[in-house]
């Protein structure tokens, strides 16, 4: 029998973190055949998506997804996220968040985050999605 995943607790744990200190959660996503989201804001194979209470209806952060509805473009969307597709859950205005390691398919890899401090890493722009140092995603804001 294997342990449960700490991803949704730390993604649940980053939500309240931004409700409480008066921010705006991001998630960072990236789209699979599993991911039900808007298809015309999916970028380089990532959507970056505001989960915050203003910005959604019904947000539920359940183990295995999570679901809310959101509108886009003035349409009313319904978005189902699965936990194994968060890249990164983050708050706007300071950057900070985590961000999860690459899953494989099997859903065996590691649930140690990276933690993200405003100081080493910039606000995340619209200007698109690059490759800076390493392997990590660069965040974009999709408004």
């Known amino acids: 029998m294997t342990d449960p995943s700490t991803k949704p607790y730390l993604v ?3 939500y309240e ?10 998630i960072s ?4 055949e599993a991911t039900r989201v808007p298809l015309e ?5 990532e959507i970056v998506l505001n989960i915050s209470q203003d910005a959604t209806r019904n947000v539920t952060l359940g183990r295995e ?5 959101a509108r886009f473009n003035g349409v009313s969307r319904e ?8 890249a990164a859950i983050f708050a706007k205005e300071n950057g900070q968040g985590l961000f999860f390691p690459t899953e494989p ?12 401090e405003s100081a080493s890493s910039p606000e995340p722009s619209p200007g698109g999605p690059g490759k800076p140092g390493g392997n990590r995603p660069k965040l974009q ?3």
């Open 12 to 14: 649940r744990a980053i």
């Open 41 to 45: 804001y999916v970028k380089n194979g």
């Open 79 to 86: 978005i189902s996220v699965p936990i194994a597709a968060v």
């Open 17 to 26: 973190w931004c409700s409480d200190a008066g921010f705006t959660p991001y």
């Open 105 to 116: 398919a099997a859903g065996n890899a590691t649930d140690a985050p990276e933690t993200v």
């Open 141 to 143: 804001v999709v408004k």
């Open 29 to 32: 996503v990236k789209v699979d």
């Open 65 to 69: 997804v999570i679901q809310f509805s």
